[in-house]
């Protein structure tokens, strides 16, 4: 991780909507979100509309695609816009003698899912603003949720259950190419399993949808912070895995756990919290939910996952709320009810037009009678034969595979991607910027590729893309040729992909 005070000029990540402010004196109004939040108003300002300049000057010859990177001297100014004319931008401070160096793909990752994220749990941002125009509303939401999302990032290894936050003390701390050279964010990460095993999970989703009665109803299971199935789409299937990754899976329990000394939360007891504005007031108006806040989730007698970030049930119940999320597809508000057995959490979710009094409770009760033994032995069998952190490590390889369609992802074990030297992994940096590029140039179009760098330390990195499938990689054997290094490729592709990778 890379360390950036959060009173310089380091980093600065806004939200904004073109629509608003428009009238001069008014042009705060346009703001939405801004960190750091201490910085001046005339800051704030400064930044907003050197960022709505940009905006505006791309679009006179890219109407259709406005900026997506500004490369200055000392800083990149990423954008990405979330909803029509809602604008994230972050911008970020370079310096490589503290090892700030990012990808900007990567930068953008984090604002795509951070707005993912919030859609989820709120609709989206443009709707919010529809019910309440003043802005007061989404401010409300935005600034709790954004603080959240950075502050109580979650960096787990399999080996070790820790917790890192992005900020320390006051500074942030942003995934440098350390981190995200040979992973993917925005995409899930799958369990190999047993065709035996599989057929029982298979049956167990069917029990799971029994269980709902009448009702529709979509499932995903995991086994620790791997999916094992799911039926939602695949757009819903990352932000609710990014999600149970981050706060419901037993690593997340866990690490929650033993993160709870964290600064960032004392004196914080209640979900429900007043967010601070733009102008640096202090706004109560508004019920305020805070989905991503760490150290809320518990695991109930009966083992279905409990929180009070959604306040109480209705009618004096002293029960605690069950959370509602928006589905992508379907855009329809379901309950989610998580169970948990050990390693093995599963996520059922039912429409909330379709529940009446108690239906939530009758559904709970026939997944503790029809379905508890079935998961118990699933359970079971999957940690029987689960390899550990290492059981996808591929000796003599450094590798990431990547389906954009179906947004799944593998790669080494981050303890294995550790041992790899500084050489290589910014080389490996380079060739997926190189990418990325090749890949905007490109646009939709289906076009294979494959670059190969010779790293300073003699290590070769490769990529190699075909449709909608990567492959990046680094081998650290010095004395290889790169036909030894492509042939090594090869053998990768043809045992592990099933020769997705091959080239003519």
């Given at each position: 991780m890379a360390s950036m005070s959060s009173g310089d000029e380091s980093l600065r990540l806004c939200v904004f909507d073109l629509r608003r402010g428009q009238t001069e004196g008014q042009e705060l109004d346009k703001i939405l979100f801004f960190h750091p939040p201490e910085l001046d108003v005339s800051t704030q300002l400064s930044v907003t509309g050197l960022s709505e300049g940009l905006i505006t000057f791309t679009r006179l010859f890219s109407p259709e695609a406005a900026c997506e990177v500004i490369e200055a001297e000392r800083h990149s100014h990423v954008f990405f816009e979330a909803e029509t004319d809602i604008w994230m931008v972050m911008v970020v401070e370079k310096n490589k003698d503290t090892g700030a160096i990012w990808r900007i793909d990567a930068l953008r990752g984090m604002l795509k899912e951070v707005h993912s994220l919030f859609v989820m749990f709120h609709g989206s941002v443009r709707a919010l603003l529809e019910k309440e125009p003043t802005g007061g509303l989404t401010r409300a939401q935005l600034y709790p949720f954004?603080?959240?999302y950075l502050s109580t990032f979650q960096k787990r290894s399999r080996s070790e259950d820790w917790c890192c936050d992005l900020f320390v003390g006051k500074k942030l701390q942003l995934p440098n190419f350390r981190e995200t050279t040979l992973s993917e964010r925005g995409t899930v990460q799958m369990l190999t399993l047993a065709r035996d095993t599989a057929l029982e999970v298979q049956s167990l989703v069917q029990v799971l949808d029994s269980c709902a009665g009448n009702l529709q109803c979509l499932s995903m299971i995991l086994f620790q912070d791997l999916l094992v199935s799911t039926t939602l789409s695949p757009d819903d299937t990352v932000n609710l895995f990014t999600f149970a990754v981050m706060r419901l899976t037993s690593q997340a329990l866990l690490s929650s756990d033993a993160s709870s000394w964290s600064h960032?939360?004392?004196?914080?007891?209640?979900?429900?919290?007043?967010?601070?504005?733009?102008?640096?007031?202090?706004?109560?108006?508004?019920?305020?939910?805070?989905?991503?806040q760490n150290d809320k989730w518990k695991k109930g007698k009966d083992g279905f996952l409990v929180t009070d970030i959604w306040g109480l049930e209705t009618g004096g119940s002293p029960d605690p709320a069950i959370?509602?999320?928006w589905l992508q597809e379907t855009q329809e508000r379901v309950y989610l009810l998580a169970y948990q057995y050990k390693s093995l959490t599963l996520l059922l979710l039912l429409p909330e037009t379709d529940i009446v009094n108690g239906g939530l409770s009758a559904v709970k009760q026939q997944v503790i009678e029809q379905a508890s033994l079935r998961i118990m032995k699933i359970e079971e069998k999957i940690s029987r034969g689960w390899g550990g952190e290492n059981a996808y490590h591929v000796k003599g390889?450094?590798?990431?595979v990547v389906d954009t369609d179906l947004e799944v992802s593998r790669a080494s074990p981050s303890g294995k991607v550790a041992t790899l030297a500084?050489?290589?992994?910014?080389a490996l940096n380079k060739l997926r910027e190189e990418v990325d590029l090749e890949k905007s140039r490109a646009k939709r179009q289906e076009r294979d590729l494959e670059i190969c760098i010779r790293a300073k330390n003699n290590a070769w990195v490769?990529?190699?893309?075909?449709?909608d499938k990567e492959l990046y990689m680094a081998l650290e054997k010095a004395s290889d040729t790169l036909l030894d290094a492509t042939d090594a490729v090869g053998r990768f592709?043809?045992?592990y992909c099933s020769g997705a990778f091959l080239m003519d």
């Open positions: 954004i603080t959240d960032l939360r004392k004196g914080t007891g209640s979900s429900e919290t007043s967010s601070r504005s733009t102008s640096g007031s202090i706004d109560s108006l508004h019920h305020v939910i805070r989905p991503l959370p509602i999320v390889y450094r590798y990431l500084k050489e290589s992994l910014l490769i990529a190699r893309v075909s449709r592709s043809n045992r």
